[in-house]
């Protein structure tokens, strides 16, 4: 594999291709990134001292059943204009995340089409992997809607759990979106979207 398809694929830029391997039914691509675009995460600065590495796995795009894993020898840096000592930012990938973005994406798009059980099991990864791309996604887009276009609404009360605890859940009726829930039944549950509506000046 070159490093051009490292980008055009796997949307990975500024990486090189060192080779693959074959590991637990899967491959695995080893890459580096190029020296000469290393820099502090924090400043951006150049003028760095490198302290070591730590090697870490990403999953990415499959190619055909063969899920696609990407090992990469992360560098730490000791920046000599703003002082931090920290690993270098990964481009392709979310802070804290196991996969690529471009995976991230084909799970979206997969959810788009399949239940959660079955892009795990078409992607050999874990239901909680799946779930909290969908949770994430839907935070991001959906956590607090425009209200300024809000015309009219539907109001209502649910019970959840066994111990009589309530949500009251408002809908905009236009688009059957949920544009607020508010935590316990009656009219001091609503105070917080009164507020967000007023200012909204819908």
């Known amino acids: ?11 990975v830029r500024g990486y090189q ?20 675009d290393l820099c502090c995460p ?11 590495t730590v090697t870490r796995r990403f999953r990415t795009l ?7 894993t990407l090992v990469l020898k992360i560098q730490r840096v000791e920046c000599k204009k703003c002082g931090c000592i920290r690993q270098e930012k990964i481009d392709f990938a979310s802070a804290k995340r196991t996969y690529t973005r471009s ?4 799970v979206l798009e997969l959810s788009k089409y399949m239940t959660i059980k079955d892009v795990a099991l078409h992607l050999n990864v874990s239901w909680d992997v799946v779930k909290k791309i969908q949770k994430r996604y839907l935070h991001k887009h959906f956590s607090k809607p425009k209200l300024k276009r809000l015309k009219l609404i539907a109001i209502d ?12 859940i408002l809908l905009d009726l236009h688009s059957g979106a949920v544009v607020f829930v508010g935590e316990g039944k009656g009219a001091n549950s609503l105070k917080p979207f009164w507020r967000r509506l007023k200012s909204s000046r819908a």
Request: a positive charge; charged letters at 25%.
């Open 1 to 11: 594999m070159s490093t051009s398809l490292l980008y055009h694929v796997f949307c």
């Open 17 to 36: 291709y060192l080779r693959s391997q074959f590991k637990n039914g899967g491959v695995e691509f080893v890459i580096q990134r190029n020296l000469k």
């Open 42 to 52: 924090m400043c951006r600065s150049s003028q760095i001292k490198r302290r070591g």
């Open 62 to 68: 499959p190619i055909g059943k063969k899920g696609i």
């Open 103 to 106: 995976f991230e994406r084909y």
């Open 157 to 168: 009360e649910i019970s959840i759990g066994r111990n009589h605890k309530y949500l009251t």
